[in-house]
């Protein structure tokens, strides 16, 4: 597909842009007719610089919770803007939403704000050392928790001593949570946890009961803080903490993304066992007051509770599961859908350079749906069943179009990018 006007704001980029694009948008981590920018959106949908409509099932990798320039939620975070947003101290609205915060999430007795996941679950390790006066956390090879040195999945400019006393272990492997903990001897402050394996590149996998208990036991064994990464999962999979259903809670719990429905704020949640350590520490910024996105998060937190979003979510997850694979299966192809259905994650069967995903994502954005060949999606509850209906249609057509091409090698420079990533 042209795309005249996205080619050249990319031609611009390459100029002012270090590589043209950072981050999760680099440019060789996508097909290569993705379009790289967008101009609009609303609801679940977005518009590129070339006015074409897609409907999104990245949701912005995850802030999108309630739609795209939702109306109850916009208009909070513009009230509260009007009167006073980045001031020289914080608003009440504060304690408002730490009051909520509190009132909704079993675990915790107290919050802190900032702005990205990142500066969440760094500030809930210097907490739990804190806390605990120890060195050493333990977190599962491939899980993503930011991208600060201490767990940015690219090392290109980090230190050895960036990730000392970390000790990894494998996401669901009892044993080899057993040995990191024996492993830290007395020293161990903390394990961070994902709520369920969603990682990209692989299958995505429940939670253990087994895992999230022996977890749990291992820390209060040792002293050491259970930390939850809600930062991607929170409030798509419960309304508390996601482990809470296994009986697990954790002392910190870290949350962003959907937290403000894409206006910029996080927060750091902890039990009373990790006071004394976030009383201790110093972690703040310019815009960690920010008044705004904490209006927009109190919206955000009334609609969790008062609506069934979460049960919608369900649904339309499961509707788009079972109509993949049926629709994959009916093509001949084995195609592997993982995870809650409202964060599915497709990777097609013997695809190892990801040609066959490339391929049928290319076609499903040229009938007008934005999926992602290798990272997990997010559903909105702005969508509806005549959106998951037109994904279902767009990938038979994309299942037909694979079965009659033979979708060529990966560009090297590609692979390469991807293979340094993973
Ligand atoms: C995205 C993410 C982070 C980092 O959040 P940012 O807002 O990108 O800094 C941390 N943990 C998990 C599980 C995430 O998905």
Redesign the pocket.
């Known amino acids: 597909m042209e795309r005249p006007n996205d080619r050249a704001l990319r031609a611009r980029a390459e100029a002012v842009i270090p590589g043209g694009m950072f981050g999760h948008q680099s440019t060789a981590l996508l097909p290569d007719d993705y379009p790289q920018y967008f101009v609009k959106a609303k609801g679940a949908h977005l518009w590129d610089a070339d006015g074409g409509r897609v409907l999104d099932l990245m949701c912005a ?2 802030p999108n919770l309630f739609g795209y320039g939702d109306e109850a939620i916009d208009a909070a975070f513009i009230d509260q803007l009007r009167q006073g947003d980045t001031l020289t101290g914080p608003a009440p609205v504060m304690i408002d939403l730490a009051e909520a915060l509190v009132g909704m999430i079993g675990h915790a007795d107290w919050a802190l704000f900032c702005k ?4 969440a ?1 760094t500030m809930a390790l210097t907490v739990a050392r804190a806390q605990t006066r120890r060195k050493v956390v333990i977190r599962a090879r491939g ?5 600060t040195p201490w767990c940015t999945p690219r090392t290109a400019g980090v230190l050895e001593s960036d990730r000392a006393h970390q000790i990894l272990c494998d996401y669901n492997d009892v044993a080899s949570l057993e040995a990191a903990v024996e492993a830290a001897g007395d020293d161990l402050a903390a394990i961070f946890a ?1 709520p369920f394996r ?1 990682d990209a590149f692989i299958d995505q996998a429940e939670p253990e009961a087994a895992y999230a208990a022996r977890a749990r036991e291992l820390c209060d064994r040792t002293g050491a803080l259970l930390v939850l ?1 809600e ?3 929170g409030f798509r999979l419960s309304r508390d903490c996601s482990w809470s259903h296994l009986g697990v809670e954790p002392d910190l719990s ?1 949350w ?2 959907g937290l403000a429905n894409g206006h910029a704020l ?1 927060a750091l949640l902890g039990s009373d066992s990790a006071r004394k350590g976030a009383e201790a520490i110093y972690a703040t910024g310019s815009f960690w007051y920010q008044a705004a996105p904490m209006a927009a998060a109190i919206e955000v937190l009334r609609r969790i509770r008062e609506t069934d979003y979460l049960e919608r979510l369900e649904t339309l997850g499961e509707r788009l599961a079972s109509g993949l694979s049926e629709r994959a299966s009916a093509a001949g192809f084995g195609f592997r859908i993982t995870g809650p259905g409202q964060m599915p994650l497709f990777l097609f069967d013997e695809d190892p350079d990801l040609r066959k995903g490339f391929f049928w994502s290319s076609a499903m954005l040229a009938r007008g749906v934005y999926v992602h060949p290798w990272h997990n999606m997010f559903l909105c509850d702005a969508m509806t069943e005549e959106d998951i209906d037109q994904a279902l249609d767009a990938a038979e057509e994309s299942f037909a179009e694979l079965r009659k091409a033979a979708p060529g090698l990966s560009p090297v420079a590609r692979m390469a990018f991807l293979a340094q990533t993973r």
């Open positions: 990798y995850g990205n996941g990142g500066d679950t899980a993503y928790h930011g991208s994902a969603h990464d930062v991607r999962a870290t962003g993304k996080s």
